[in-house]
């Protein structure tokens, strides 16, 4: 949640309730939105991860654009979520913010960009403005995107398309010169547990009864709470449980050489003949690492595979700085040489091997 002082206003405004995380690019919004003279370009395409809350921020945003408390210095945030505009937007039921999608189909065709296209001359039902919202534009074909060049050329006054894609590198450059690009960063573990209970508080319940597995999916998601509520939504979630624990293990044991034979046995059975199994353990392997090496240089370091600090840092205390590097560069050698194909038995031996355990 953000507080900004608009132009021409004496009370704090929150800006983006809704919104966690991403200070810096909400920020920036508020600044177009609140000035004298708001410079909003008429389109942007929101690029993030799956699950990192690119929808949430259109709606938001598409929320802002209408929101009949917008210069009311007095309403509580914006957008308020109040008037009549936000809680139409809200409901999916507001006549000019329109979504467009893939439609169960693979890509978002050039058919539904000339319907945009048509219905893009026609003029706002029910505000001043006309939003559309391009779900998966990462997907549009190249005849689509040739197609919405077009409109992004010369777009009505009232217009607004917000591209939402995972991958802006798969759009046009002619694109991406007319519509800036803005980022959704991934969240931190604290701030994914927040977004998630927000959007469904009914996750709470699956926290209480089993906090440990709530965790191992928080920290798994990778920023993503999009993707840890489809993780716990699953059995997906109990496979992810099972891979940490392995993965910790494998820190544990390794820390101490007299455990060596230990070692080689749980490696070669949680490393299964399937390579694309061995592959996803190796590189859980090495995000744990990855955490013990960071805290060797800063206590306070960023976590991506340990929720418990406290824990990390004494497992990270029973290394060297040298072994941890080490692990580190076989545990990547391993996952590169089963990108190409190679043997998973013979990978594992040679990774074991340059990490002294078969010694």
């Known amino acids: 949640m953000y507080n900004f002082v608009p132009k021409g206003c004496e009370a704090l405004k929150e800006i983006f309730p809704k919104i966690i ?42 929320k ?36 467009i999608g893939t439609d169960g189909k693979a890509s978002v065709g050039v058919e539904s960009i000339r319907d945009l296209r ?17 779900n998966d534009a990462h997907t549009m074909t190249a005849q689509a995107q040739n197609a919405l060049l077009l409109t992004l050329e010369e777009p009505p ?57 709530f965790d191992d999916v928080i920290m798994s998601a990778n920023g993503s709470p999009g993707l840890a509520a489809d993780l716990l939504s699953g059995k997906e979630a109990e496979r992810i449980a099972e891979m940490r624990r392995a993965s910790e293990k494998f820190c544990i044991l390794a820390a101490d050489k007299s455990k060596n034979a230990q070692l080689l ?46 824990r990390a840092t004494d497992l990270s205390d029973s290394f060297s700085l040298r072994r941890l590097l080490l692990i580190a560069d076989a545990l990547l050698e391993a996952v590169s040489a089963l990108e190409r194909n190679m043997n998973t038995r013979l990978t594992l031996i040679s990774m074991l091997s340059n990490i002294g355990m078969l010694n």
Do not use: W
Not at 37 to 44: C, E, F, G, M, Q
Not at 171 to 187: D, Q, W
């Open 64 to 99: 802002a654009l209408v929101c009949e408390n917008r210069t009311n210095p007095d309403a509580p945030a914006l957008p308020c979520g109040e008037c009549r505009s936000c809680r139409n937007v809200s409901k999916g039921i507001c006549p000019d913010v329109i979504e």
């Open 157 to 213: 006054a009232y217009a607004f398309i917000l591209l939402l894609c995972e991958n802006s590198a798969l759009l046009l450059e002619t694109i991406k010169s007319r519509a800036p690009i803005i980022r959704m960063k991934p969240l931190s573990p604290e701030d994914t547990e927040r977004a998630m209970l927000i959007s469904d508080p009914s996750l709470e319940s699956k926290k209480r009864s089993d906090p440990a597995l």
């Open 118 to 134: 048509r219905d893009i001359h026609i003029y706002p039902n029910d505000l001043d403005r006309k939003i559309y919202i391009i």
């Open 265 to 310: 046995i749980h490696v070669t059975e949680v490393c299964t003949s399937a390579r694309e199994v061995a592959k996803e353990q190796l590189e859980s392997f090495s995000l744990a690492v990855r955490d013990l090496i960071l805290l060797k240089r800063d206590s306070d370091a960023p976590l991506r595979f340990f929720s418990d600090r406290e």
């Open 21 to 62: 995380g991403n200070t810096e690019l909400c920020e920036r919004l508020a600044r177009s939105l609140l000035s004298e003279n708001p410079d909003l370009p008429h389109a942007y395409i929101i690029e993030g991860a799956y699950g990192t809350g690119k929808r949430t921020l259109a709606l938001e945003l598409s």
